[in-house]
């Protein structure tokens, strides 16, 4: 297989970054990195405590911190948190250091995926669907700039679009190979 650049995930909660991501990494024989579970794993204390105590100003330090260090590692698969893109640093580390791969779902299905997590503060509120519309409104456009590619996870399964996720990097990559 080609030498791909590190494959990055971004994209809205209920995604599937998390998901593809870990499916992406074992077809590539790579190691599987997320911002997430790196800062909850580093800080002893999930998200939501994280946000209680430090705020969202001090959940985005961290982010940005790990984001620093996870792509500066070489041949990985990253999940980024979906509101990673919400500082230019972020947006500029993660397009200089590999393909940035923006997973798109609409709020509806969002809406089905995130029902019963509560694990996501922003979410923590009364109307989820006006909360997921709003961020939906900011966060897309930088989802997009920031994007090598945009991929749709509505009414797909995972590895249906890991495959494609493989097919297009791998045009991106060496586009006479792929056409082979």
Known sequence: MLALPN????????????TIGRLLAAELSR???????????????????????EGEAGFR???TQMIDELT???????ATGGGAV?????????????????????????LKR??????RPLLQRPDKEAVLREMFGVRDPLYRATADLTVRTDRRGPRSVVN?????VTRLV???QAKA
């Open 7 to 18: 494959l990055i995930l971004i994209g809205p909660m209920g995604a599937g970054k998390s």
């Open 31 to 53: 190691d599987f990195l997320d911002t997430d579970h790196e800062i909850q794993a580093r800080c002893g204390a999930d998200i939501p405590w994280i946000f209680d105590v």
């Open 61 to 63: 330090d961290r982010e």
């Open 72 to 78: 500066q590692r070489e041949g990985v698969v990253i």
């Open 86 to 110: 919400l500082r230019a640093e972020n947006r500029r580390m993660l397009r200089e250091r590999g393909t940035v791969i923006y997973l798109f779902t609409t709020v509806e299905q969002q």
């Open 114 to 119: 995130t029902a019963k997590d509560r694990n």
């Open 164 to 168: 494609d996720i493989v097919r297009r």
């Open 174 to 176: 060496d586009p006479l």
